[in-house]
């Protein structure tokens, strides 16, 4: 584990450095205790990959209210996993695929993978029932995940598009940092930058103010079962998008929130 931590750290610092985060993203991220090892926990293993990559990144709630409603979770499970199907089944010859899911409670279920050793969600391993909701701090983590691993391929010189999808059933109740420390990464990612698509989705209730404040534009809100599934296809279909080639990858992104 000590390798990934250093080469979190050095990652986080290259983004600095060249660009992709800003000094103010830098600090709001040093704010969360244990950073670079929650970070160093989603590194993929140093080795080689194709030109195009495409991180998909998912930060999946698992706190108690979402164990109170096990058909949510099983849901939650059946839409994760359906995820990684589609991006495996419409990902081109070109492109390799990364794969990564975080917990808010559990952290990382394991570093970023090739989509065909991508990880599903089980009743094994995804059984909510303990926790709160630390969605701000969580979030931040996630999208420094993905900086930090899109960072890393780049100076493989590696092209690198970028999907994360943050779950939540509730609002935030626990960590060290605010909407406003979120929204610094995300205005970093989509506003000074065209390869990364940052979404939200609500369960339950209509969560759309929560991720308005944290700066993420592309939200979904799964009110009820259908609205769940509904949204799921939705994402389903712009993952496969986004597994098939950067030219599709720009087309999903033009004209949209990303």
Request: hydrophobic content about 45%; charged content about 25%.
């Amino acid at each position: 584990m000590a390798d990934e931590v250093v080469r979190a750290k050095n990652a986080l610092w290259g983004a600095v450095a060249g660009g992709d985060i800003s000094e103010e993203t830098s600090a709001a991220l040093r704010q969360v205790p244990d950073v670079a090892w929650a970070i160093g926990r989603a590194m993929a293993p140093d080795r080689y990959f194709d030109t195009e990559v495409l991180l998909v990144t998912v930060l999946v709630d698992d706190s108690w209210s979402i164990g109170s409603y096990p058909a949510r979770a099983e849901a939650l499970r059946n839409g994760h996993n359906r995820m990684i199907e589609e991006a495996a089944r419409q990902r081109s010859d070109r492109t390799e695929v990364l794969f990564h899911t975080r917990f808010f409670t559990k952290a990382a279920l394991g570093p970023y993978a090739a989509i065909d050793r991508a990880i599903a969600l089980s009743v094994e391993n995804y059984s909510p029932d303990i926790g709160q909701t630390p969605l701000y701090q969580q979030s931040l983590i996630t999208l420094g995940s993905v900086i930090a691993q899109a960072r890393l391929l780049t100076e493989r010189g590696c092209r690198v598009r970028t999907y994360t999808l943050l779950i939540t059933d509730g609002e935030n109740n626990a960590g060290l940092t605010s909407a406003a420390d979120v929204r610094l990464m995300v205005v970093d990612m989509l506003d000074f930058a065209s390869n990364h698509i940052i979404a939200g989705m609500g369960i339950g209730e209509h969560y759309e103010w929560v991720f308005r404040e944290m700066g993420i534009r592309r939200i979904y809100s799964a009110a009820d079962p259908k609205a769940l599934d509904d949204a799921f296809q939705e994402i389903r279909t712009d993952v496969g998008i986004a597994a098939s080639s950067e030219l599709a990858f720009k087309e999903l992104t033009a004209g949209s929130s990303q």
